[in-house]
């Protein structure tokens, strides 16, 4: 069984940071493509940012300068820095990974189940 685990999110005035974690763990040969989306009341889930396991990244246009993405392979753990945070940053923060059974199969795409962000202006 493989889950991702995310921890770090809160409240937070604008203008503050705060970071997220997302851990994979479980029967797991190999991660791929590692990243974060959000959902803001109302809207579509959308990109945050993404990084491969060489650390290459993606932001969204709307966060970049202000969140990096950091990965450690060893853990299989990525880290949000999120930085400069705005009111409209305000959502359910989840991870995301591309993840190879060690018992085989196909890779897969795996969530976490979410974690509150939320930005006061």
């Known amino acids: 069984q493989v889950q991702l685990v995310e921890s770090g999110g809160g409240l937070v005035q604008a203008g503050g940071s705060l970071r997220l974690s997302c851990a994979a763990s479980?029967?797991?040969?190999?991660?791929?493509?590692m990243g974060w989306y959000r959902q803001a009341p109302g809207k579509q889930r959308e990109l945050v940012a993404t990084?491969?396991?060489?650390?290459?990244?993606n932001y969204a246009d709307s966060v970049k300068g202000r969140f990096t993405l950091s990965r450690d392979n060893a853990k299989n753990t990525v880290y949000l820095q999120m930085n400069s945070l705005k009111p409209e940053d305000t959502a359910v923060y989840y991870c995301?990974?591309?993840?190879?059974?060690?018992?085989?199969?196909?890779?897969?795409?795996?969530w976490g189940q979410g974690t509150q962000v939320t930005v006061s202006s």
């Open positions: 995301n990974a591309d993840i190879l059974s060690a018992y085989g199969g196909d890779w897969l795409d795996y």
């Open positions: 479980g029967s797991i040969f190999s991660i791929k493509i």
């Open positions: 990084i491969t396991t060489g650390g290459s990244t």
